[in-house]
């Protein structure tokens, strides 16, 4: 037993751990913000991975923003006419 002191370790070793070294933040890009529209981008090209399955969704998005739509525009039409009707009973 001469000449190797180092332990169970190896020769090379000189109290580092592992291999590799320190890479610190300077290879990392900044957090990007995060806000609904970037959110919404992301959701859709996730969805839009399947043609079938985005089509399905755009089709569906499309028919819920119509009949909301539908439904905005008979209630003022009805709010429209309520103070006419109001007016003539006077």
């Known amino acids: ?34 806000d609904k529209a970037s959110l919404d981008d992301d959701l859709d090209s996730y969805m839009m991975r399947d043609k079938k399955h985005g089509t399905t969704m755009l089709n569906d998005d ?8 539908k439904e905005a525009k008979e209630a003022t039409k009805e709010e429209a006419e ?9």
């Open 62 to 69: 499309l028919d819920a923003y119509m009949a909301k739509a």
């Open 1 to 34: 037993k001469s000449g190797n002191k180092s332990g169970p370790k190896g020769k090379n070793f000189k109290g580092r751990r592992g291999r590799g070294g320190r890479k610190g933040k300077a290879g990392k890009a900044p957090p990007r913000k995060l």
């Open 82 to 90: 309520k103070p006419a009707e109001e007016a003539e009973e006077k």
